[in-house]
């Protein structure tokens, strides 16, 4: 593939396709996936391109669905200087505010590893990320690239109550994952933390926090048509949410 966006030089890009495995989202359902081959230098550059194009990060590794008869994982990212909370959103955000964000570079400490294993054992017992362990967390969360960032969210007793991987490219950031206290229910601190970046957006004045795959029969991914608007990306264009989906 040569990639060309607008204003950046030309370059080619291999890429390799999986064999069909089991939907992770989707009951009785095969999926493929493209990914870029891992000796490609990961550049800021690349990345902005393919991100534009509906690749996600995990790791090293940039991905995207390439099943041969489905579509239900459809890239989306909302449109910050367009966003409006919700009722509920606003309640959820002036709950939080007691909260300190810190953004500080990945590195691996027994305290993030403590809280990642805790959520995963309560929230993702049936996930192809169960059971967790030391090298899946480096692996798939500590990234040693400038643009790549931890943010610590802490209460006023300093106890670690969440963090979200984030990555910061040129055209707005890019929601990795968030992992939290499975005891802070009524906190919401996984929404918490996408209307936080949303706000960091804002102040950076970047245009879009992307959110990954929206998927619509699968409860754990269609949560992300709850922050509008929204834009989807159809046929290689970025939409509006809804106008795709009237």
Known sequence: ????????????????QTMPHACSYLPNREA???????????????????????????????????CQNCNACQSVRISVPEFKPSRQQRKIWNRNQDLTAWVVNTRFTEE???LYEEYLEARHADGDMYPPSVEQFRSFLLLSEPWARLVEFRDEQHQLLAVAAMDRLSRGLSAIYTFYSPEENRRSLGVYAVLWQI?????????????????????????????QPLEILQQQEWIPFKEAND
């Open 1 to 16: 593939m040569t990639s060309n966006t607008p204003g950046e030089k030309a370059f080619s890009l291999r890429f390799y």
């Open 32 to 66: 493929t996936t493209l990914f870029l081959d891992p000796q490609q230098p990961l550049t800021l550059e690349v990345y902005d391109s393919l991100t534009q194009v509906g690749f996600r990060r995990s790791g090293r590794h940039l991905y995207r669905p390439h």
């Open 112 to 114: 993030y590893y403590a």
């Open 199 to 227: 706000e960091l957006a804002k102040k950076l004045g970047l245009p879009h926090v992307y959110l990954g795959y929206w998927i619509k029969n699968c409860r754990k991914m269609n949560y992300k048509q709850n922050y």
